[in-house]
């Protein structure tokens, strides 16, 4: 049973920076590599950033660079998004997932999502 709890969302101003934590489980969290996702509201959910097993490789929306940091913690099943410099069209449900099914270099996430954690950028 793949799990994910999102953590770490709230209420920021312009600017402002937020931490946000995904605890998974119910696979071996060092093999996959994770990804970070959000929706805001009217849109389609769309891919944030995405860590390697290792940590070797990160890429990250062209949104987002320069201003959001992933990391993870394989010892702790833990994964992060460090999120500085915020903006009002950060704004939206913080979800995270897992390269659990690759063919070749494609891959996708399973199907049940977590519950997200909510950023909120105020203007």
């Known amino acids: 049973q793949v799990q994910f709890v999102e953590s770490g969302g709230g209420l920021v101003q312009t600017r402002g920076s937020l931490r946000l934590s995904c605890a998974a489980s119910?696979?071996?969290?060092?093999?996959?590599?994770m990804t970070w996702h959000r929706q805001a509201p009217g849109k389609e959910r769309e891919l944030v950033a995405r860590i390697s097993s290792s940590g070797d490789s990160i890429n990250y929306a062209d949104s987002v660079k320069g201003r959001f940091t992933v990391s993870r913690d394989n010892a702790k099943n833990t994964v992060f998004l460090a999120m500085d410099n915020l903006k009002p069209e950060d704004t939206a449900v913080y979800y995270c997932?897992?390269?659990?099914?690759?063919?070749?270099?494609?891959?996708?996430?399973?199907?049940?999502w977590g519950q997200g954690t909510q950023v909120t950028v105020s203007s």
């Open positions: 997932n897992a390269d659990l099914y690759c063919s070749g270099s494609v891959c996708r996430g399973t199907d049940h």
């Open positions: 119910g696979f071996t969290f060092r093999l996959y590599g």
